[in-house]
Structures are given as C-alpha cells and as structure tokens.
C-alpha cells in the first residue's frame, strides 16, 4: 500500500486556511455536509461552513469527499439524510465517497439510543442504496464497537469502510481503506484540534 493523509472536518473547526493545510502535506478532507440533531426533534441541518469548506479545499488541490452526521431512527429518515446529501452535493465534484456517519452520542440521552442494531443495518444500507442510485460511491464510518455489535458487516459488504480508532494500531479485523487514528490532532491553518487520518492505496 501507498499511505496519503487526511483530515476530516465540520463548522466546529471555524474558519481554515486550506492552502496551509494542504502545504502540511495532507491530500485529502472528508467534509460534513449535514448532520441530524441528536435531539427528540431531530432535526435534519447542512453544516454551516460546508460550501465554504468544500470550495476552498478543492481550489488548494485537495481530493475531497463528505460525511452525513446521522442520527436516523429508521428507513425513512435515512433517506432524508440521503435526499439533503444529494442536493446540497449539486455542482460539485468528489473524488472521494460520500459517507454515512452514524453514531453514539457520549455522555448524553440521544434519540437513537434505543434504535436496535438491525434498525442501524437497515438504515446504513438505504443511505448507501441512494447515494450510490445519484452516481456517488457510498462508505460507511465505523468503529471497532458498532463492527463487533451493531452493524451487520454481511450485509454491508460492498461498501467502504472509514475505521475510527485512536489505538496506536487499528484493532478491527475486517478491511477498511481510511483510518481515522486520532481526534486530538494539530494542522497548521486550523485553530484547535481536528480530526487526522490515513488512505491506504492498493499498489499498482
């Protein structure tokens, strides 16, 4: 494999200078494009920085993708999350997937908590279904907890996985092409810490 670095970011990192960022040596952003408050009301919001993100990263010669924050509790909602991906992507190029970012809020009560594992399949698989249906390649975020006890990998075989584990050794023993190692990370043109990772090519 060939490595390439990469970060991934959402409004929280304020305004960055993508020239620097990309000066530093890193290839590649995966930028949040929405997210679903984790909320009763649920929410559904394109993140505020994301067009001014996505612009600026691109004009440095970074290859971009985005991320969906999801808090969808069932088929439908997933869709949604989907539909506000697909419309708020119009006009702009990827070279990068599009991923589905479902997760457990930390510390807190969220609308999801009580969603069951196979729900949290079902939705990852209608999200990807879509994106893929709008000419997109989909990819599913993920950690080493929700591999081993909420998703059905089986069921999401044909789809990319971005690993999040900030060990100094990934432990999943399933495939994945982006690690996400830490969150803790500093990047100069970017105030505070940001999120790293690695792209692992095939060799030719």
């Known amino acids: 494999y060939t490595i390439r670095k990469g970060l991934d970011v959402s409004h ?4 960055i200078d993508w020239e620097k960022v990309r000066a530093a040596g890193y290839e590649f952003a995966f930028i949040r494009i929405g997210f679903r408050g984790y909320g009763e009301a649920g929410i559904l919001k394109p993140d505020s920085r994301f067009e001014q993100n996505i612009t600026k990263a691109r004009e440095a010669g970074m290859d971009v993708g985005v991320y969906l924050f999801s808090q969808a ?23 990068l997937p599009v991923v589905f970012d479902p997760e457990q809020i930390r ?22 279904e879509r994106i ?9 975020y993920s950690n080493l907890y929700w591999e081993a006890f909420i998703l059905d990998l089986e069921q999401l075989a044909e789809y990319g996985i971005w690993y999040a584990d ?23 043109g970017i105030n505070g810490d940001v999120d790293l990772n690695l792209q692992f090519c095939p060799r030719q």
């Open 12 to 15: 929280h990192q304020g305004e």
């Open 73 to 95: 509790v069932n088929e439908q909602e997933a869709l949604e999350e989907a539909e506000l991906v697909i419309e708020h992507l119009k006009g702009y190029e990827l070279e």
């Open 107 to 128: 510390d807190e009560e969220a609308r999801t908590d009580e969603v069951a594992a196979s729900q949290f399949t079902e939705n990852t698989r209608v999200f990807c």
């Open 132 to 140: 893929r249906e709008a000419g997109y390649q989909p990819m599913v």
């Open 166 to 188: 900030y060990e100094p050794v990934p432990q999943t023993p399933y495939r994945f092409q982006f690690w996400q190692y830490t969150e803790k990370g500093t990047v100069d």
